[in-house]
């Protein structure tokens, strides 16, 4: 089944597609488009706002924004073929009035619709409607709920670590925000930490995105 009904294409997923490859340590050519079951293809708008969501969590600084490298994309792929967990049944101690209704026959979660959902009910409509400022102030609201200290588990997690995965697997995540030494020397086990000075890419989990 295609995403011919979504008008899309293979050309519009090659960002997404290759930042996936790269992640599942895979040729990008393995990463099928052509596959995916209909019902979890995400609609037009679930795509850009999934588009939207990765930008305000990583936007456009001196280095590339997340929407610049295809992380939206790049998280709709991965959902598809389920990274991360994301495709496995819930645990039944994970299962809330609010996440119900999108689970699918085998147990596991439609991330998308119930992100659009949410952030939906949160704004009192339209998400996407809303200015910039607004868009953040209610994404940083979902994002403190689902990362409080004793918080139950949130789907807003695992999208996160996508969107992080994501773009730190791609040239200017890796190389440009991130940085990037080939050949790292003799092991300095304390180094000073300067003003301005950017996480390494080898260890890019330890960063504090807030």
């Not at 040729?27 to 099928?32: F, I, L």
């Not at 790049?74 to 119900?100: Q, R, Y």
């Amino acid at each position: 089944m295609s995403g011919a009904k979504n008008g899309w294409n293979r050309r519009e997923f090659t960002a997404g597609a290759a930042l996936l490859a790269l992640a599942l340590g895979i040729p990008a050519a393995g990463v099928k488009l052509t596959d995916l079951d209909a019902a979890d293809l995400p609609s037009d708008r679930q795509r850009r706002l999934i588009a939207d969501v990765s930008d305000l969590v990583i936007p456009r600084t001196d280095t590339p924004g997340a929407r610049d490298v295809g992380v939206g994309d790049f998280v709709v792929l991965a959902l598809a073929h389920g990274l991360s967990g994301t495709g496995a049944p819930m645990a039944s101690e994970t299962i809330t009035a609010a996440v119900a209704p999108f689970r699918r026959r085998n147990g596991s979660l439609r991330h998308l619709p119930w992100l659009e959902h949410r952030l939906d009910r949160a704004a009192g409509g339209d998400f996407l409607r809303y200015d910039l400022a607004e868009r953040t102030r209610l994404l940083a609201a979902l994002d403190a709920e689902a990362f409080a200290q004793g918080a139950p588990p949130s789907p807003w997690t695992a999208l996160k670590g996508l969107i992080l995965t994501g773009y730190y697997t791609s040239e200017a995540g890796g190389s440009q925000e991130l940085r990037y030494e080939l050949v790292p020397g003799k092991w300095e086990w304390d180094i000073p930490l300067q003003p301005g000075m950017r996480a390494f890419s080898s260890d890019w989990t330890a960063v504090d995105f807030g």
